[in-house]
């Protein structure tokens, strides 16, 4: 009985509750509805054009009188709305009532948007209803712009900004404009289409599903040629050379088999071209389509799906001024294909052409000459500091990431011991005896080194004393008298270890400090910054004489390199590199009196015998018609001083030393690994071959 009571008590609780939450449903929505009868014309109008950005066109078609407004079904308003709104692609739109003309029940206001186009902005008048439930909109195609009848359409035209061209001092282009071969299908032509597609994916070393996708895209139709991938173009001339290029045979075999694919098209397209290729792809870089990422990063730029994107080099570099703007022109068109009022317009901007002070036949010869090999070359007018080459080999075809880099390329590149995709030029070496002339100069500077004093031989090996135990300095030759000059002639590190001791260790540090090192290179390319150790100062009297040698913890970038050498022409100023050609005169220096003229002058004679004394390392360099100046250099890559396995660099820097030189230049190059092939002997044979052509024309 007890428990009967209590489960009529719940009962009731129960039921009242359902009774009051009955009423208060009920009394919200006459609450709301009363709400509903209040909302004024003006207010409503805000609401509905709240809703445009948020795309609620649903929301937007419950706000209307749908008799008033012509019986549009939603399905038709939905679809012209969306289609104008969306394609346009409005943000920031901003309503602002000017006026309400209460008998008319006429709203008057000015709208402002955001488009693809720019800013659209305008005036326009609303006409309300009223009925049972309040205020309605008596809607018509001109409550998108004014002047927009049922049967007008709102067109976007898009231009496509033309990139601008990289070129080089002459204005041969580096990359610009060029020609490939498109792939395609023709879908209706496919007799077997499994077939068709898998014997295309092979011969384009492509995934046959990939193909399937783009075949199968919205807007394919049976006489659509659908682009499936760009080759490179093979031209009758070159097939007409009397020994064509296995690489061109080769390729025109795989077009001729991909002409047998049923269905299979091949047609002429417009691509980014790298006519260099290999020789200059550290340089100029490349470019690819932008993703998802790169729109994010970039908001406002004008970057869409079809956009691509510098991603290395110049290309990169200089992403902003080659890539243009896209113009765009939003306007209305009536039922005949006729412009009847123009809404909002971008012209297009083609991107700048970029010209560098580079030298394309130059750039070309020395990656021929060290394209098997790891190593770099650096370039340089000594008179004006104008960059002429930047070499990194061996290399990869920026033109493969035009055409469609296949996975299988792009492992083989990263895969690739010698590693091609590694831009040496921008990195830090150890210099060995290239770096003695900056070291003689910098010791004739500071009082230290007397170009007369003669050392005395010391044989073949040195010590300053016993507390170094086991360590020598060692040397290649013997000779007198040990003085300056014959010791940049011979490139007699025990001459240079001692040099570096009566210099001192704060001596040494204070002097490379003062010709950039531990510095920012002045360049428009990032470098890796020259260092005295890995410290920043030198810790041990051993490796304060190893550093006097470019040993040590030493390391040197060699465009760095490449701008204390032009000191040597230039009265002791290094000229500060420059990529970007302007003509006139250019004389802008990075460190003005690195060294005094005195002993630039001093160093520069000595350099002159380098070249020219039949006992100098670099005189296989030298010629009757041109006095050079340089420097070999042979540096020792071991992981101990005890180390006997470790590898070698070969350096070779070498200059015009006469300022009226028809084509002055500055070269610097260096090769991993050239122990065992002449040390830097190797370089200076690959450098007189670049040096021939040079002059030559």
Not at 311 to 337: A, P
Not at 342 to 361: C, F, R, S
Not at 440 to 446: E, F, I, P, T
Not at 451 to 472: A, E, F, I, N, V
């Amino acid at each position: 009985m007890g428990n009967r009571k209590k489960n009529s008590k719940k009962t009731v609780i129960a039921c009242t509750l359902i009774f009051l939450l009955a009423l208060t449903v009920l009394g919200t929505a006459f609450f709301l509805r009363g709400r509903s009868d209040q909302i004024s014309p003006e207010e409503l109008l805000v609401s509905y054009m709240s809703c445009i950005e948020k795309q609620e066109y649903d929301i937007m078609y419950d706000m209307l009188d749908v008799e008033a407004s012509g019986n549009i079904s939603r399905e038709d308003f939905v679809k012209r709305n969306s289609a104008i709104y969306e394609g346009i692609e409005v943000s920031d739109l901003a309503v602002e009532i000017t006026g309400y003309d209460k008998e008319t029940s006429t709203v008057s206001y000015s709208t402002t948007m955001h488009t693809l186009a720019g800013e659209i902005a305008f005036d326009n008048t609303a006409l309300f209803t009223e009925g049972e439930d309040g205020y309605r909109l008596a809607w018509i195609d001109s409550m998108i712009f004014p002047n927009l009848n049922p049967t007008d359409k709102v067109r976007v035209k898009q231009t496509k900004a033309e990139r601008g061209d990289i070129l080089d001092r002459n204005g041969r282009m580096l990359a610009g404009k060029g020609t490939a071969t498109q792939v395609g299908i023709v879908p209706g032509k496919l007799t077997d289409r499994e077939s068709a597609i898998q014997q295309m994916a092979q011969l384009l070393d492509m995934d046959a599903q990939s193909i399937d996708k783009k075949l199968s895209q919205s807007w394919v139709k049976e006489d659509s040629f659908v682009p499936i991938k760009a080759i490179p173009k093979v031209s009758e001339l070159q097939l007409l050379t009397e020994k064509p290029e296995a690489s061109v045979i080769k390729e025109k075999e795989r077009q001729d088999q991909l002409l047998t694919i049923d269905g299979a098209m091949l047609t002429d397209t417009v691509v980014r071209s790298y006519p260099l290729g290999e020789a200059a792809a550290h340089l100029v870089g490349y470019v690819q389509k932008v993703t998802a990422e790169d729109i994010e990063k970039h908001p406002g730029e004008g970057y869409t799906a079809e956009s691509v994107i510098g991603r290395s080099g110049m290309e990169n570099l200089f992403e902003k001024e080659l890539k243009g703007q896209d113009g765009c022109r939003i306007y209305i068109e009536d039922s005949s294909g006729i412009m009847k009022e123009e809404l909002a317009v971008i012209p297009v901007q083609n991107g700048k052409d970029i010209q560098l002070t580079i030298d394309a036949g130059l750039q070309a010869t020395l990656y021929e000459q060290f394209s098997e090999d790891k190593g770099c070359s650096v370039a340089m007018d000594p008179k004006t500091g104008e960059v002429l080459a930047l070499v990194s080999t061996p290399s990869y075809d920026t033109n493969a990431f035009i055409l469609g880099l296949s996975t299988s390329q792009w492992t083989s590149w990263n895969e690739d011991e010698n590693m091609p995709l590694y831009n040496r030029f921008r990195q830090v070496w150890c210099p060995g005896s290239s770096l003695k002339p900056v070291v003689a100069a910098a010791g004739l500077a500071a009082g230290t080194i007397d170009p007369q004093k003669d050392y005395g031989s010391q044989g073949l090996k040195w010590q300053k004393d016993t507390s170094w135990g086991s360590y020598y300095v060692t040397t290649l030759h013997t000779y007198e008298p040990v003085t300056l000059e014959n010791a940049l002639i011979y490139s007699d590190n025990i001459y240079f270890a001692r040099a570096a001791l009566d210099m001192g260790a704060d001596e040494m540090e204070n002097a490379l400090s003062g010709v950039g090192f531990g510095q920012e290179i002045p360049f428009d390319i990032i470098m890796q910054k020259s260092q005295i150790s890995n410290s920043g100062k030198i810790e041990s009297e051993i490796q304060l004489a190893d550093s006097g040698y470019g040993q040590g913890e030493i390391l040197v970038n060699p465009l760095h390199l490449a701008c204390m050498y032009s000191a040597f022409v230039n009265d002791g100023n290094m000229m500060k590199p420059c990529l970007l050609y302007e003509s006139g005169e250019k004389n802008s220096y990075w460190i003005e009196d690195a060294f005094s003229g005195e002993a630039s002058k001093t160093v520069l004679e000595a350099m002159i015998k380098v070249i020219n004394d039949p006992h100098g390392t670099g005189y296989e360099a030298h010629r009757e018609n041109v006095t050079l100046a340089g420097k070999t250099g042979t540096a020792e890559i071991k992981a101990s001083k005890e180390d006997t396995s470790g590898t070698e660099l070969g350096w070779f820097a070498v200059l015009t030393a006469d300022s009226s030189v028809e084509r002055p230049i500055l070269l610097v190059s260096m090769v991993e690994d050239v122990k065992g092939r002449g040390g830097s002997g190797y370089v200076v044979n690959k450098v007189d071959e670049v040096l021939d052509a040079w002059f030559v024309e």
